[in-house]
């Protein structure tokens, strides 16, 4: 079965410094891997996606970044992290015809 | 521009009564899906909807897609506890870009 990972489950980091998340998926191949922030309480709003190593796509402007180094590793990142960056970030896996994707734990970001 | 608005947005109800949650747009999509996510947690899948009309359950829950395939319901029979969380419908675009939206969230609260 697959199963999608992400760590760290909660991060405080202060403004300016740097951000790494790392998702991974197990158990299928060449997935499409996305990114997800959440507002508390929101809707889902996707920040990139991506449907093969080294192909990232950008949905909204911003001070972060995506990379796909490999098949199922997908890892969000950003060199100075604003306040307005906390939140609630997902990754999340789709294939198939139906795009129905399936999330990861979530990390908790919170930015000081 | 959000393409897919959920109405309503909270909702509070006592256990045993029944309620629906709309998820409405002005674009046709080719799938619509319905998800539930508890408080820091990643969002779960629940349904797809393929075929305008369509009508599925799932024990007390009842999705159904429009026939012009631009809207969903889901209606919840006799809410219990479990039932509480954050309903998301998505759904795939079928003109433009390649392009999975999330609707606004409907928030229920099943109170015992």
């Known amino acids: 079965s697959q199963t999608i990972h992400q760590w760290p489950a909660t991060l405080v980091q202060p403004v300016g410094s740097p951000l790494s998340l790392e998702c991974t998926v197990e158990?299928?191949?060449?997935?499409?891997l996305y990114w997800y922030r959440q507002a508390a309480g929101r809707g889902l709003q996707l920040l990139f996606y991506?449907?093969?190593?080294?192909?990232i796509s950008s949905e909204v402007p911003q001070n972060l970044s995506a990379s796909r180094p490999q098949d199922r590793q997908f890892i969000l990142s950003s060199k100075k992290l604003l306040l307005s960056d906390s939140g609630f970030y997902l990754c999340a896996w789709s294939s198939g015809i139906y795009n129905e994707q399936f999330f990861g734990p979530g990390t908790r970001l919170t930015v000081l | 521009t959000q393409l897919l608005e959920q109405s309503p947005q909270f909702l509070s109800i006592q256990e045993g009564e029944n309620l629906t949650v709309y998820c409405n747009s002005s674009s046709v999509f080719s799938s619509l899906q319905w998800y539930r996510q508890e408080p820091g947690e990643g969002p779960v899948l629940l349904v797809t909807v393929v075929t305008g009309g369509e009508v599925k359950k799932l024990k007390r829950l009842t999705f159904q897609f429009g026939d012009a395939r631009k809207d969903s319901s889901l209606h919840i029979t006799a809410a219990q506890p479990g039932d509480t969380g954050l309903y998301l419908c998505?759904?795939?675009?079928?003109?433009?870009?390649?392009?999975?939206?999330f609707g606004t969230g409907t928030r229920l609260k099943v109170l015992a």
């Open positions: 158990g299928t191949s060449n997935p499409n």
């Open positions: 991506s449907v093969g190593i080294g192909q």
């Open positions: 998505a759904g795939f675009l079928t003109s433009g870009t390649y392009k999975y939206i």
